[in-house]
């Protein structure tokens, strides 16, 4: 009966002891990294990663469409694309594909009076999205 209590009070000892040393060896890197500066970075590239904006090539490229392309097929290519993996489930494309759109729109306000600009991108709004 003896020999069991010791055996368990080296075990707490031995688990305190693993802890402490575990933490130690944790709390050691982290202030080397806040000192170096590395935590920062990190944290500002991952909000970099996290808020990046696509280009209007990849857009393009996403949509399928050319600068050439009038908007009226780009809706149409959206609305193609976003039905199409809105039914094969991949909500990633899909996400993507709308993305696509909402750069496009941007692009297509800032142009300002033209041929064809009249019409405006209402075809293709975010309220009006197929959900």
Known sequence: MQAAKILAN????GGGILARAIFQAYRQPLANASK???AQETIQNTIRRASKVMSEQE???????TEETPWEEIVRRYHTLFENNAKNGSFYLQSKVHRAKECLEAVHQGKGP????GQGPQGGSSSSNPS
């Open 36 to 38: 170096n500066g590395v």
């Open 10 to 13: 080296m075990i707490v000892m």
């Open 114 to 117: 033209g041929p064809g600009s």
């Open 59 to 65: 857009v393009r490229q996403i949509l399928g469409v």
